[in-house]
């Protein structure tokens, strides 16, 4: 870095760097690649969250810029990385607010206490009579039915496991569904058959 260069002069390294004693320096970094970032993110988001993502992004930048290689001279694909990451934040957060809808009805960022109460003890009813149905299977379906849906085993490694051939997992887990179908045909509906 000179000693006599301007901000403008100088490399967004040579910025990171001094603000390390002058922090308010970090602020050229953002004036030269705010828009370039909020654009990127505009265009995955929308404006609206871009703007709270570009926030982040250089939030999360001033905060680390102890570990940026200031030999480095342009900030710009660190800076994309970062918004990269705190967008796939952002997305991982938003899958998951969408499967509890899904599973809910019930849109949790909007519903009051009363709703979130309502959505338990429907959930809850939903549970019981799930375990009931269940419980109705024989212990071969049961197995099954268990170690597909829950261990996630595949139907070769259900026949391993269990010491029966591939057909009769097939066979036993057609039932199961069938019987489920028919006990809870609330919860059934729309599930598709392998």
């Known amino acids: 870095m000179r000693p006599t260069a ?3 002069e100088l490399t967004d390294g040579d910025l990171i760097q001094l603000s390390a004693r002058q922090p308010e320096a970090f602020g050229s970094v953002f004036d030269r690649h705010a828009t370039t970032i909020h654009r990127y993110l505009s265009r995955r988001v929308g404006t609206t969250l871009a703007d709270d993502l570009t926030a982040e992004t250089f939030l999360t ?22 918004a990269a990451n705190l967008l796939r934040g952002h997305q ?3 899958s998951r607010q969408y499967h509890a809808l899904a599973r809910t ?14 959505a338990r ?3 809850s009813e939903q549970v ?3 375990a ?8 071969g379906q049961r197995d099954v039915l268990t170690l597909i849906s829950q261990a996630q085993l595949s139907y070769p490694e259900v026949a391993e496991a269990l010491g029966i051939p591939i057909g009769t997992v097939r066979s036993r887990l057609h039932s199961a569904r069938e019987r489920l179908r028919h006990a809870l045909p609330d919860l059934t509906n729309g599930s598709d058959d392998e």
């Open 128 to 130: 019981r009579a799930l």
């Open 61 to 82: 930048a001033f905060r680390s810029r102890a570990a940026y290689d200031t030999g480095r001279p342009d900030a710009l694909p660190w800076l994309y990385g970062i």
């Open 132 to 139: 009931g149905a269940l419980a109705r299977l024989n212990s």
């Open 6 to 8: 301007t901000r403008a």
């Open 92 to 94: 991982r957060a938003e």
């Open 105 to 118: 009805g019930i849109d949790l960022a909007l519903a009051g206490h009363d709703d979130r109460v309502s």
């Open 121 to 123: 003890v429907d959930a």
